[in-house]
Nanobody, 118 residues
Framework: QVQLVESGGGLVQAGGSLRLSCAASGRFSSINVMGWYRQAPGKQRELVAS???????NYADYVKGRFTISRDKGKSTVYLQMNSLRGEDTAVYYCNMKSRAIRIDEYWGQGTQVTVSS
């Protein structure tokens, strides 16, 4: 079984920064994409950013220039550096992995709350 464990959420003032971490453990393919999604109350879960095992990144338009996604050299931990936070960034942030072997398997973390106060 694959486990994704997030950390780093919390309460921050508008304009501040937070860094989220997600550590993956278990058996998964080296060909994978890890990413962060978020879900605010009453809204659908949406992609924030993703990064492939090769380092290719993808960002939602609303975080470009403010958030940076990265992976460690071992490629099993992904980070999300969030700067210039806004009230609308308040949400539960979920780590996600799509792992490709014979098929594509998808895994989710338990979520971490990010609250931005104005």
């Amino acid at each position: 079984q694959v486990q994704l464990v997030e950390s780093g959420g919390g309460l921050v003032q508008a304009g501040g920064s937070l860094r989220l971490s997600c550590a993956a453990s278990g058996r998964f393919s080296s060909i994978n994409v890890m990413g962060w999604y978020r879900q605010a109350p009453g809204k659908q879960r949406e992609l924030v950013a993703s990064i492939s095992n090769g380092g290719a990144t993808n960002y939602a338009d609303y975080v470009k220039g403010r958030f940076t996604i990265s992976r460690d050299k071992g490629k099993s931990t992904v980070y999300l550096q969030m700067n210039s936070l806004r009230g609308e960034d308040t949400a539960v942030y979920y780590c996600n992995m799509k792992s490709r072997a014979i098929r594509i398997d998808e895994y989710w973390g338990q979520g971490t709350q990010v609250t931005v106060s104005s």
